[in-house]
């Protein structure tokens, strides 16, 4: 992918529609105000059944020091909701809390349509909330994690109350996609490169968040019964500090030549990256994976010490879900430079889902 093309993503329109009522279909640099799916006519408009059974939300927020990282995500399948936590101590290369939570629709979960300002996602239970909001004019998503000792089931809590800075960041990457099969639009809102403050607790342990990286994942669609991918997201530092974040995707979001969630930032840069190959070993996750685009331009490898598990047999709702956590290393080539990454905390993941 040439630097000129790197340069030229077009800024997120105002609607995931279009006058015509057809989705606009492609990938843009910048926040989208609202997913509003039900602006959409003729055959992208679902039925009353589709926008219950497939109507997907999720919001899913990273941070990492080099001490430390975190992570939450907060979900909404329409009749069913869940969440979970995670901390692990990067220096120790250990997790210090990993936690999961299921529950029904409805007051236990908010998660509104705007994945920027006048972001609202929120997870609450007995003895838990998960939590990042941003106000309507506010330039920062405000993260409030907090999980009593009973639900971490350990002496400890997990207490996560921070930020990250969106402004002098890097721009939002927005794609509209086709979804394959028996689904109909998908769309996803991505920020990385992000700096984080505030302060985490877990483990019995106490850990300043300022001066880390971080991003988020915001995600809505009309997805298919039986949905499938692999996903890889850091959030770190260049050896000269210039912040960094990359998103990675193979199987998901690839039905239109146009749309295409890979990117890479770097300062206050957004670059679009090619299609992604993930090559790993899907039966022991703790193995090194290699992550690559087709195009030669990213040459990773991800080395995991942890493994968050979520697997579900709810009859309407068959889950394999397994996210690594560990570093990566390699190269990305990206406006006429190749960079050299070393130890950057994040995540990978192994998705299948019915559902």
Known sequence: MTPERE???????????????????GTYQGELPEV????????????????????KRWH??????????????????????????????????RPLCDVSFLGAPGP?????????????????????????????????????VDVSRLRTGSLQSFQWAGDLLVAGGP????????????????????????LTFGSLEAGGKRFRLDGGVGGMDYTQ???????????????????????????????FNEGNAEANENAFWLGDRLYPLARARFEYNPKELMDPWRLTTVDGAVDLRF????????????RLVVSHFAQPVGFFEGTVKVGGRTLELSDVPGVTEDQDMLW
């Open 303 to 314: 080395r995991p010490f942890h493994v968050h598990r979520e697997e579900k047999n709810l």
């Open 36 to 55: 509003d799916l039900p602006k959409l006519t003729g055959q992208w408009s679902p039925t009353r059944r589709t926008r219950l059974l497939k109507r």
């Open 221 to 251: 669609g009309y997805l298919a019964r039986h949905t499938a991918w692999r996903w890889a997201f850091m959030a770190g530092r260049l050896a000269d500090g210039t912040p960094l974040g990359i998103n990675l995707v193979e199987g």
């Open 60 to 93: 899913y927020t990273f941070a990492a020091t080099p001490e430390v990282a975190a992570l939450f995500a907060v979900v909404d399948l329409g009749y069913t909701a869940s969440a979970f936590a995670v901390a692990l101590d990067l220096k120790e290369r």
């Open 171 to 194: 721009p939002a990457l927005t794609v509209i996609a086709p979804v394959e099969g028996d689904g109909l639009v998908n769309v996803t809102m991505k920020r990385n490169g992000l």
């Open 108 to 144: 236990m979960v908010e998660l509104g349509d705007k994945p920027g300002a006048g972001l609202n996602a929120c997870f609450r239970t007995l003895g838990g909330k998960l939590a990042v909001r941003r106000g309507e004019e506010d330039e920062r998503y405000r993260v409030e």
């Open 7 to 25: 340069a030229s993503l077009p800024p997120a329109p105002p609607s995931v529609a279009s006058t015509r009522g057809e989705p606009r279909f």
